[in-house]
């Protein structure tokens, strides 16, 4: 009887596990579309040689950063100067982002959370 509670127990285990395995589990890449191109919405497309092209809602911005494992150090940004009422430009400002699952953690030079920005691809 007690061999057969343990093999019922360990089928239990080894179906449980299989499982885990078939669950999708949420990408840490950088490269990808992060945030929403919905007008006014904030947005950064990263290639995986560290080019992107993006927008903080009104100013369109691009440049080539260095990826490296989950993080993107933006460098150097080319950006237009418009002036635009009702946007928040948080993304202006931003220098790294660091993919956590489906979400791009923004920071700015000091090293502070600015904003998130989900997958979109």
């Known amino acids: 009887m007690e061999s057969t509670r343990r093999a019922?127990?360990?089928?239990?285990?080894?179906a449980l596990l299989m499982l885990t395995g078939c669950t999708p589990q949420p990408s840490s890449d950088v490269p990808g579309k992060w945030g929403s191109t919905d007008p006014g919405e904030p947005n950064l497309i990263i290639d995986s040689d560290?080019?992107?092209t993006g927008?903080?809602?009104?100013n369109t911005m691009s440049g080539k950063g260095t990826i490296s494992g989950t993080?993107?150090?933006l460098g150097t940004v080319a950006t237009t100067q418009k002036a635009c009422a009702?946007?928040?430009t948080w993304m202006s400002t931003a220098e790294s982002g660091k993919a956590?699952?489906?979400t791009m953690i923004v920071?700015?030079?000091?090293?502070?959370?600015?904003?998130?920005?989900q997958r979109n691809d």
């Not at 019922?8 to 080894?14: E, H, M």
């Not at 920071?107 to 920005?117: A, E, R, V």
């Open 71 to 73: 993080t993107i150090e």
């Open 107 to 117: 920071y700015d030079s000091s090293g502070k959370k600015i904003g998130t920005l």
């Open 50 to 52: 560290g080019s992107y």
């Open 100 to 102: 956590d699952g489906n």
């Open 55 to 58: 927008s903080d809602g009104c």
């Open 8 to 14: 019922g127990a360990a089928a239990i285990v080894v």
């Open 86 to 88: 009702d946007v928040d």
